[in-house]
């Protein structure tokens, strides 16, 4: 009996997936436990509709990243920071001042979480930090401190 899974079944298989089981088990274990619903051809089909449906989804975020990782390619945001001797900041820019500053400058939204400041920048003048856009996508941007 073909069988789609709705719960991940520990040694047989994982919620979402197909497979073909004995009807007693089907029957006795799986369908009264809700763990599995019996797969005709309309579970099937709704099943491979979500998997297109994801597969574009995943495609459209490695497309919207590549397009992002252009555009910020071309782009240099500058913050101004306080500073004391010697061109030396009070504190350091993190990475939200550098997505609010980057939001601000050319509208493109960054969770801050994504970008990566090594090492912390703590002088004036151009640095740059790596931005992770997608898993497959990471791009550089650089950044100018200046003084207020």
Do not use: C, M, W
């Given at each position: 009996m073909k069988v789609m899974f709705v719960k991940e079944v520990t040694g047989t298989a994982r919620a979402g997936e197909v497979k073909e089981v004995s009807p007693g088990y089907a029957r006795n274990y799986l369908l009264p436990n809700k763990l599995a619903i019996a797969a005709d051809e309309r579970v099937i089909a709704q099943l491979r509709q979500r998997e297109e449906a994801a597969r574009r989804r995943a495609e459209k975020a490695?497309?919207?990243?590549?397009?992002?990782?252009?555009?910020?390619?071309?782009?240099?945001?500058?913050?101004?920071?306080?500073?004391?001797?010697?061109?030396?900041?009070?504190?350091?820019?993190?990475?939200?001042?550098?997505?609010?500053?980057?939001?601000?400058?050319?509208?493109?939204?960054?969770?801050?979480?994504?970008?990566?400041?090594?090492?912390?920048?703590?002088?004036?003048?151009?640095?740059?930090?790596?931005?992770?856009?997608?898993?497959?996508?990471?791009?550089?941007?650089?950044?100018?401190?200046?003084?207020?």
């Open positions: 490695l497309h919207d990243a590549r397009e992002l990782s252009a555009r910020l390619r071309k782009l240099t945001v500058t913050i101004y920071a306080k500073t004391g001797e010697a061109g030396r900041l009070f504190g350091s820019v993190t990475n939200a001042d550098i997505a609010q500053q980057l939001k601000r400058e050319a509208g493109v939204e960054i969770d801050k979480r994504k970008i990566t400041v090594e090492p912390p920048i703590k002088s004036l003048g151009p640095h740059e930090v790596e931005i992770e856009l997608h898993p497959e996508v990471t791009e550089t941007l650089r950044v100018v401190v200046a003084a207020k």
